[in-house]
């Protein structure tokens, strides 16, 4: 079993940052791949990015390629997201996941944390 807690998220203007924090508890963090999904309201939860185990390959919807960058620390079980120029269609509830490999599909993912709201003002 694998425990996510999500932290970071606020109100920000278009064009801000924000950095996400995904901190676990339980199972070594270094056995999962990790991702950052989203979902906003009346929406289905979409995939943001996704890290393998050692943090060697990445990979970023193109809704948010050049603008969200994906990181952990195994030594902290801790996975980031680092958003930058923010935009108004960023305003969603994030969520961390783990699972055994980076897949697109939310359906396949086997443990969630709770969720942080982001909110980007126009």
């Known amino acids: 079993q694998v425990q996510l807690v999500e932290s970071g998220g606020g109100l920000v203007q278009a064009g801000g940052s924000l950095r996400l924090s995904c901190a676990a508890s339980?199972?070594?963090?270094?056995?999962?791949?990790m991702g950052w999904f989203r979902q906003a309201p009346g929406k289905e939860r979409e995939f943001v990015t996704g890290?393998?185990?050692?943090?060697?390959?990445?990979r970023y919807a193109d809704s948010v390629k050049g603008r969200f960058t994906i990181s952990r620390d195994n030594a902290k079980n801790t996975v980031y997201l680092q958003m930058n120029s923010l935009k108004p269609e960023d305003t969603a509830v994030y969520y961390c996941?783990?699972?055994?490999?980076?897949?697109?599909?939310?359906?396949?993912?086997?443990?969630w944390g709770q969720g942080t709201q982001v909110t980007v003002s126009s």
């Open positions: 996941a783990a699972n055994l490999a980076v897949v697109a599909s939310p359906h396949y993912w086997d443990y």
């Open positions: 890290i393998t185990q050692n943090g060697g390959s990445t």
């Open positions: 339980g199972r070594t963090l270094s056995s999962y791949a």
